[in-house]
């Protein structure tokens, strides 16, 4: 499936250039003129990525970043700037940009950011599937050992219990027997202890840290092409 692109450029002559190499190299492209024109595909078929002009009149590249980081936290969005927006640029790489490219943009290089951003993406999903798989394996295994500990536990408890009441009651036990007595309580007391030991360490290793989704979780590729 390829990845999809949504570009935003008032600029007629430049958005097409782009679009043309951008499709050529296998994207799935989606141009528009304005931010206007962009906000509602964003909002509601968000795209893998999104690469928009910075300044534009009416709705600006700033603002179609912070709508994508409020709908659609996944698209990586790359700006693309003039000289003097490169403050405004960086400001935007600080609010969640993947990347920003200085205009008139490099046609090799752009393409190599936007895949750079799709893997970006990428990585995004496949780590938050793996901490879903993890969730649910954790799940099970608590649900195990909580069912296991207490199949477990009750009859370890009474063997212990008639243990207790058959050393403190009964009169006249050889050395010997009292001596199983006491092994059968030893035993089961170390394994009741090593029950809770495990009920402790599943409780321990239940929580499992969400994935930081934040533009410093993963490297910036672009920055070292």
């Known amino acids: 499936m390829s990845t999809s ?27 528009c003129q304005s931010g206007e024109e962009a906000l509602p595909l964003l909002e509601t078929h968000p795209p893998d990525l999104l690469l928009t002009d910075l300044r534009m009149p009416g709705i600006s590249g700033m603002e ?7 709908h659609s936290p996944d698209t990586q969005v790359i700006i693309l700037t003039g000289y003097g927006d490169m403050k405004s640029a960086v400001e935007a790489i600080r609010l969640g940009a993947f990347d920003y490219l200085s205009k008139p943009v490099d046609m090799e290089r752009l393409v190599k950011t936007l895949q750079n951003g799709s893997e970006r993406r990428r990585l995004i999903l496949d780590n938050r599937d793996l901490v879903g798989c993890l969730k649910e394996s954790n799940r099970l295994k608590t649900e195990f050992i909580n069912g296991m500990s207490h199949e477990v536990r009750t009859p370890l408890g009474h063997i212990q219990g008639f243990a207790q009441i ?24 170390r394994l009741l202890n090593m029950f809770e030991d495990i009920l402790q360490y599943s409780t321990l290793t239940r929580g ?7 533009h410093s979780s993963f490297p910036n590729f672009s920055r070292t092409v």
């Open 5 to 31: 692109i949504l570009i935003v450029d008032d600029e007629p002559n430049v958005l097409n250039i782009i679009k043309e190499a951008v499709s050529t190299a296998g994207f799935e492209v989606t141009a």
């Open 64 to 70: 179609l970043l912070g709508r994508a980081r409020e």
């Open 166 to 189: 058959l050393q403190d009651t009964m009169n006249g036990l050889s050395e010997k027997q009292a001596g199983y007595l006491q092994n059968i309580l030893t035993a089961s007391n």
């Open 208 to 214: 499992i840290p969400e994935p930081n989704q934040s």
